[in-house]
């Protein structure tokens, strides 16, 4: 028979289920804990190992860890921990190290459960402290918050965080040109629930796999005409967008995005999928992020295909056209991405220029579009800038691959003068190709580029 519970033991557990509604409504496995001394709570916790990155951001170690900084002392002899869940072997051994007089829990945990389910670690009497063990103590509440957040997990893989925006589904419907299946990946440790969307396309054993990098204020649609050519030589396609634009999540406020954090989730992205004999094929955003990417990994690469980018290094002023880029986008932020494509490729049709609006419903899905001028490295110590400057040397004395440069010289953003200082710091990088009517989006003329790399990389790889 379960011991009676202390009249105060439903009114603690109450705090910590409140804890536990948190952690759910973040994102986390609906877990929460409070620490209470002499019927004072003098700290909580809520799971966090997501939003941390943290694997060992139990709720119990979360209050722990509180509790010992209240009381300026990791012994919490006197005090009583409430979990909604049966600790974890981990819990209770941070439980019997802190020495707590006493722990209850809530649900059972029949998986992982080291307070009698599983194990019983309190139970062990050659360990040198004993704490008293309650367990039950609304019990069904806290079970319920868990059911009820892996149910919704089950049928909706990817939920919405409080945080962010989610572009409608039918504002991607019969798109000129994009006939490709959504995939989309949110738990990589980086994203922290973030749902980012990616093209895959063509076979998972292809000789070659082309990971295709947008920039801003674009998305995956903007590889459209050079795909097709790429699967018809018998490689893969991926094309993820960046999160905040295409049919991925768009955080609501524009601190979100940092040059650091988009860089570990593309990371994250190409180990998930494995992606090995990769061609990278980067422009604007997709260039000062993925020109990054391959001095972590530099085994899986075998060739890049890169159009006007840059490195911000934070060595050289920003050009010109960049700094007038960033004035327009801080003077007009609800400039009509649609007419930007239109003006700059006179040859696209209205519809092909409607499909980049398709992400931007309303402002509150254009933090991103506000947030990545600013985020350009400027000076040595910005975000981004010393990462970059490795990759220079990377791609000046390491990069084993081979390479292709591709310049629209109409772009008064990144164009040639930009692309000709880029291509002097890749290693072994042939004389460029040459777009006179294109501008900044070459993609928007890629067809031609496409072959021209398909026939580029062949070769290479017959020697």
């Not at 009381?71 to 941070?94: D, F, H, I, K, W």
């Not at 593309?266 to 494995?274: I, K, M, Q, S």
Request: charged share 20%; aromatic share 8%; glycine share 8%.
């Amino acid at each position: 028979m379960p011991e009676t519970p202390a009249p105060d033991d439903a009114h603690f557990m109450r705090l910590a289920l409140a804890e536990a509604r948190a952690a759910a409504q973040a994102g986390e496995v609906p877990v929460g804990a409070v620490v209470v001394k002499e019927g004072r709570v003098i700290a909580t916790g809520r799971n966090a190992p997501i939003d941390g990155h943290d694997p060992t951001a139990h709720a119990e170690i979360v209050a722990l860890r509180a509790a010992a900084q209240a009381l300026g002392n990791y012994r919490l002899e006197g005090c009583t921990l409430y979990v909604t869940l049966e600790p974890c072997a981990m819990c209770s051994g941070a439980m019997l190290h802190a020495r707590l007089s006493r722990v209850v829990f809530g649900a059972p945990d029949p998986k992982t459960g080291a307070a009698g389910s599983v194990v019983d670690l309190f139970a062990v009497p050659q360990i040198n402290h004993q704490t008293a063990v309650q367990g039950g103590v609304l019990a069904d509440e806290g079970a319920e918050l868990l059911r009820a957040f892996f149910k919704q997990r089950r049928v909706n893989l990817h939920p919405l965080r409080d945080d962010a925006l989610r572009t409608p589904d039918d504002r991607f419907e019969q798109l000129p040109g994009y006939p490709w299946a959504p995939r989309y990946v949110s738990d990589l440790p980086a994203l922290a629930g973030w749902r980012l969307h990616f093209l895959d396309e063509g076979p998972r054993d292809a000789p070659v796999t082309w990971l295709c990098l947008h920039g801003n204020p674009a998305w995956s649609y903007l590889y459209r005409q050079m795909i097709p050519t790429f699967l018809a030589s018998g490689a893969r396609v991926v094309a993820p967008d960046l999160i905040g634009f295409g049919r991925s999540d768009k955080p609501k406020k524009e601190s979100a995005h940092t040059f650091t954090w988009h860089r570990q989730v593309l990371l994250e992205f190409v180990e998930r999928l494995d992606l090995n004999n990769v061609v990278l094929v980067v422009q604007d955003w997709g260039g000062l992020l993925g020109l990054t990417l391959p001095m972590a990994a530099p085994q899986r690469y075998r060739g890049l295909l890169v159009m006007n980018t840059t490195l911000a290094t934070g060595e050289a002023p920003l050009s010109p056209g960049f700094l007038a880029w960033r004035t327009m986008c801080a003077q007009n932020p609800e400039f009509d991405v649609a007419r930007l494509f239109a003006r700059g490729n006179p040859h696209m049709s209205a519809e092909e220029c409607a499909a980049y609006n398709a992400p931007f419903p309303d402002r509150g899905h254009r933090a991103a579009l506000r947030a990545f001028p600013p985020l350009v490295p400027e000076h040595l110590q910005d975000d981004g800038a010393a990462i970059s400057r490795q990759a220079r040397d990377f791609w000046s004395m390491r990069w084993e691959g081979q390479s292709l440069m591709a310049i629209g010289q109409q772009d008064p953003v990144l164009g040639e003068p930009v692309m000709r200082e880029l291509h002097r710091h890749i290693r072994g990088c042939p004389p460029p190709l040459l777009l006179p009517q294109a501008g900044h989006f070459v993609q928007e003329h890629g067809q031609s580029v496409a072959e021209a790399a398909v026939r580029h990389f062949a070769r290479a790889s017959h020697g």
